[in-house]
């Protein structure tokens, strides 16, 4: 098999289990793991590691030609909440790294990229139940503006010269395996770990904040799932809406007392609200379910049960 695949940003929240995946999936030594700092012992068993600067051109190209790269799934970014602290910064590291993957695959020294998006790319003018593929955007935050306009950019090298690049909107993502660094829904994942660990959880965002978020087997089959479909069925070239459920603290807390009646929770909201405040609350996603097949498997209820069962025996 000729497909050759490169992780950028491999030891991530996303990362770490989309190389796993590819890796069980794919023979292992043909799916590159790359990240700025060296990858844990089970990463590093499993198959090549390469250390990697996603914005560094010449890096990514040497190792792109070292071992022959098809397809590369550039994971490296700065999420909402640390990029309005460094808004610069990720600037510089959202968009540097992106282009540096669509540039490559422009020459043709790569053949297909995965590019993740985010519902960041919407913002407070947009409607905010049911938010449609294609709508009024007009993100307020650092990285929602990055990625808009990495959609962008995608749509036009796409048009223009031809490349192959595929990418979807994720919501919040949680998982057990590695925490998320520096969201606004990272929330969502923490308040599973100080529930088994202290009962109760104070949340950055209030209890009405409801998000659209998805557990993280549903979006590594999604980011998989839009890779592998002929490119014909790939019709839109910015990004794609993805959903899975939606729901607030108030409502992962009741999920979390069904299993651990005396769990608490606070509030205490911080900067991270007005972000939260600018993001759609639920997602239409029939247009990646009309192209390309994609179908959610997991709902709050299951969800929950997996967090706690995983993460109460480590
Ligand atoms: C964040 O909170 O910044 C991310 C996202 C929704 O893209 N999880």
Redesign the pocket.
Known sequence: MKKRILIIGACGQIGTELTAQLRKNYEPHKVIASDIREGDAAMLEAGPFEILDATDYDAIEEVVARYEITDVYLMAAM???TAEKFPMRAWNLNMDSLFNVLNLAKDKKIEKIFWPS???VFGPTTPKEQTPQFTIMEPSTV?GISKQTGERWCEYYHNRYGVDVRSIR????ISYTTL?G?????YAVDIYHKALKHNKYVSFLNEESTLPMMFMDDAIRATIGIMEVPSEQVKIRNSYNLAAMSFNPKEVAASIQHHLPDFEIGYEPDFRQAIADS?PKSIDDSEARKDWGWRHEVDLTEMTKIMLDNLGTN
């Open positions: 999420l909402s909440a985010s519902i960041a990285y994720y919501p919040g993502l998320p520096g969201g606004t829904t990272d993001w």
